[in-house]
């Protein structure tokens, strides 16, 4: 009987193995998502940022384009002082010109602001590009490990799987039979070392009989409280002794 436990023991040891590579294998694509999902929202302040950009470069155009014909009005009027005959026409025409420069003064100023947002955004665009690049580079070299570990974990599961199979061929099929259906209802944990006087799944106090019992690993005992196969071993870096 110690002998079967200690498969029993073993099995459990493989398929935490496996369960931790598949959680794994289930969380690093996840990782790969995340590296891209990072990446899209750098994209996307940059991609704003250019847009912000133009949308200053329109507005400075359309101020240059305003400046430029409401500078030709004043010429025009500039123009018709020579032709009027009266004072109030010229009183008229200086007081269009005055009012066609305080409107040239308020767009430059908008030109001016324009052009400040438009440095300043430039710089701005320019960091981002940067960072953007330095990031797309981090990225790839990460998913270039994350992608190695994948077919890592797809080694080291096909080796457990075998190490399995070559285990359960060498179990009574009532004793299989049990530690998969125990497994099944305790998160797939059937085999528990008992830990200070406890089972080491649901931490239940065991009498002392019983604890004596499971030491001699001549009988197949089991947790009343959850079910566990219950056995003491010594473990060295992993390994059952």
């Known amino acids: 009987m110690k002998e079967m ?11 935490n193995r496996i369960n931790e590579l598949f959680q794994k294998q289930k ?25 912000q950009l133009q949308e200053v470069q329109k507005k400075r155009r359309s101020a240059e384009q305003d400046l430029e014909e409401n500078n030709e009005k004043i010429k025009k009027y500039q123009a018709q002082l020579f032709q009027v ?3 109030k026409e010229y009183t008229a025409i200086l007081h269009e ?9 308020a767009i430059e100023d908008i030109i001016l602001l324009a052009m400040e947002e438009i440095d300043k955004l430039l ?31 797809e080694e080291d599961l096909a080796i457990e799987k ?4 070559n285990l359960t061929v060498r179990l009574s099929k009532d004793l299989l039979s049990l530690y998969e259906r125990v497994a099944k209802g305790r998160d797939g ?3 528990v070392n008992i830990k200070e006087g406890c089972c080491g799944g ?40």
């Open 162 to 165: 075998d190490r399995r199979r």
């Open 5 to 15: 436990l200690m498969r029993l023991y073993q099995l459990q040891m493989i398929d």
């Open 27 to 51: 969380d690093l694509p996840e990782q790969v998502v995340t590296l891209q999902k990072l990446l899209q929202r750098r994209e996307e302040e940059l991609a704003i940022k250019k847009r």
């Open 189 to 191: 944990i059937a085999v």
């Open 85 to 87: 005959k009266t004072n």
């Open 97 to 105: 010109i005055e009012l066609g420069k305080k409107k040239s003064s």
């Open 202 to 241: 649901c931490y239940i106090s065991l009498p002392p009989q019983r604890i004596q019992e499971i030491k001699k690993m001549d009988l197949l005992i089991t947790c009343e409280h959850c079910g566990r196969i219950l056995l003491e071993v010594k473990e060295t870096n992993g390994y059952a002794i």
């Open 123 to 153: 710089k701005e665009e320019k960091i981002l590009e940067f960072q953007l690049a330095k990031e797309r580079e981090e990225i790839k070299t990460e998913r270039g490990k994350i992608e190695k570990a994948i077919v890592k974990i």
